[in-house]
Structures are given as structure tokens and as C-alpha cells.
């Protein structure tokens, strides 16, 4: 039973740089795929970072060159360091992962199907 907690959210300034984190627990393959995507109410969800068993790491264009994500597998934690945060990255944020067939293919896709509850991050 996968589980996912997502933590560091809040309310930030411009330009500000949190970092999220994930402690997933029951997740434990040899082919992996990790990442985060946030959701808008009124919007479609965004996948926005990925990573994977080959380690390769994918990025939304609308992130990439902001916001960096990192598995520290000795400690089942997933981050996300997001920099220069600008309003319109105010979102609820969530940990998610792939499990089943498709792993790599997935993850740059940001095709997850397990999520956490998220945490709001909000730029103002």
C-alpha cells in the first residue's frame, strides 16, 4: 500500500524559493517513477517534474530551469526545490508515483496514478 505525504507548502512571496518534500512509504521497485504535478481549481492538473529508475528527470516547460526535483532513496523522500516562484505558481501540489507496466514511458508523460493529498502553495 503506497503512501505519500507531502509537506513544506504555505504561503510564499515572489521570487521565493520553498522546498516540498514527500515521505513515501510502500513503494519500493527496481523501476520507478516518482514526480509532482498541481492542480488549479477550475484547470486541468499539470504534471510539472518526474523522475525515474534510469534517472532521468523530466520537466514542464512552464518549471524547467525553476524548479528542481530529488530522490533521496536512503531516506524514501521525493523534494521539489521550486525557485523564483511567481504568482501564477500558486497551486496544490502533489506527490505522485506510477505503479504498473509503462514506468519510463510514464514518467515523461507525468502519467502517475497514485497521488498524496497535496499541499497548497501559495505565491502573493
Known amino acids: 500500500h503506497v503512501q505519500l505525504v507531502e509537506s513544506g507548502g504555505g504561503l510564499v512571496q515572489p521570487g521565493g524559493s520553498p522546498r516540498l518534500s514527500c515521505a513515501a512509504s510502500?513503494?519500493?521497485?527496481?523501476?520507478?517513477?516518482m514526480g509532482w504535478f498541481r492542480r488549479v481549481p477550475g484547470k486541468e492538473r499539470e504534471g510539472i517534474a518526474s523522475t525515474d529508475s534510469n534517472g532521468i528527470t523530466n520537466y514542464a516547460d512552464s518549471v524547467k530551469g525553476r524548479f528542481t526535483i530529488a530522490l533521496d532513496n536512503a531516506r524514501n523522500t521525493l523534494y521539489l526545490q521550486m525557485h523564483s516562484l511567481k504568482p501564477e505558481d500558486t497551486a496544490e501540489y502533489f506527490c505522485?508515483?506510477?505503479?504498473?507496466?509503462?514506468?519510463?514511458?510514464?514518467?515523461?508523460?507525468?502519467?502517475?496514478?497514485?497521488w498524496g493529498e497535496g499541499t497548497q502553495v501559495t505565491v502573493s
Open positions: 510502500g513503494y519500493a521497485y527496481s523501476t520507478y517513477c
Open positions: 505522485a508515483v506510477r505503479i504498473g507496466t509503462d514506468m519510463i514511458g510514464a514518467c515523461r508523460r507525468f502519467n502517475f496514478n497514485r
